[in-house]
């Protein structure tokens, strides 16, 4: 039989573990001059190339990519697939931006030809950026859901997304109700979760557009589907906040509100918390749930500046998100250049290993599928990128100042983008060529 065995040869860079926990030296593993030898979807071997090389069976093909550099595939924890037509929208905080931009926007998702159209965009979108994994919000409308995860299964990526669930305070024509949103729920979960590399996960807006009834029988969607994910947002803006006080005035703040529905948990991702507070976080890290860091959405809402220093010292999984369209850029690359600036005016430093770890592990460890995901580790998936140092003329004339791979991966992240980006490979699979 002939080989299925492609090897990869380039430098290979990959995070083992959170910089935080273990030190920026013992939390990566590079190799300058690597192989990464892929069989069957998965990874099975990663090494230097001048150990690797003579072992390998001769009918195996080696292609070398010079000045480049292969990573884990990008892992986005928080975006949105109806708002790709309004990223860039001006002038409005979180609460009017949804009101004025996005409401309108995601109505058209009613009409099932243009869910397929903007799916095939978004996806291309993610791939051509280098993320392989994403955490998705549809619309309030069941076939945003199933357009979406139609081409992902078509190019077998591991995916995750969710229906919106949203019975109030907002329009008629994008609300559903308690029971239809239960109900239209169950029915996508029954229809994709499991399917391929996808899953499914539970996905009230967030608590000021959900009944008690809804949050409730979120809960126990979660019950009944013991792996599913849930995923919402929580204290991104200061007047969100206050809302949430004023709509459930019984529980003693926006966290315990989702805490007393059941929905806290080992896939449960709450995106932004801007402004946590140190209990808030504690009782997120116990019970095993993340958050997702979104610091360019932040800035273009003027939401507030994330505190992973807190984050860190709990414990708390984190993973880093676009939120595109309040995010106004679906690279991970851009993304990681702006939460560096976010750390820089708390007087803080974010090492170019920790960001790298956001992105990829963190990432994954945050979804709960480390064992699948976020390294080049053998047995992992073969979900990765090939960098290009000559991407762009300033990138490549940058690079040839830089001395060590620390200060290589800090500039790919502030001056690259999706252009960085060579190829884009989801199990095994080429999904993505510059």
Known sequence: ??????????????????????????????????????????????????????????????????DALITPGFIDTHIHLPQTGMVGAYGEQLLDWLNTYTFPCESQFADRAHAEEVADIFIKELLRNGTTTALVFGSVHPQSVDAFFEVAEQLDLRMIAGKVMMDRNAPDYLTDTAESGYLESKALIERWHGKGRLHYAVTPRFAPTSTPEQLTLAGQLLGEYPDLYMQTHISENLQEVQWVK??????????????????????????????????????????????????????FLGSGLFNLPMAEKHKLNVGVGTDV?????????????????????????????????????????ALRLEDKIGSLQPGSDADFLVLDYHATPLLSYRLKQASNIAEILFVLMTLGDDRTVKQTYAAGNLVHQR
Not at 255 to 284: I, K, M, N, T
Not at 343 to 349: I, S, T
């Open 246 to 299: 004023e709509l459930f005035p019984e529980r003693k703040g926006y966290l315990d509100v989702y805490d007393h529905y059941q929905l806290l948990g080992e896939r449960s991702v709450f995106a932004h918390g801007v402004h946590l507070c140190d209990d808030e976080c504690a009782r997120l890290a116990q019970t095993g749930s993340a958050v997702a860091f979104c610091p360019t959405s932040n800035f």
């Open 1 to 66: 039989m002939p080989s299925t065995r492609t090897a990869y040869r380039a430098a290979l860079l990959h995070s083992l573990a959170d910089p935080a926990e273990v030190g920026i030296e013992a939390s990566y593993e590079y190799f300058e001059d690597g192989l990464l030898v892929v069989e069957n979807g998965r990874i099975i071997a990663l090494g230097a190339a001048s150990d690797l090389l003579p072992s390998l069976p001769a009918d195996v093909e080696v292609i070398h990519h010079v």
């Open 325 to 365: 369209g309040g995010g106004t850029s679906f690279s991970i690359l851009h993304t990681l250049n702006e939460a560096y600036k976010v750390m820089q005016l708390q007087g803080a430093r974010l090492s170019p290993f920790k960001s790298l770890y956001l992105a990829t592990l963190g990432g994954a460890r």
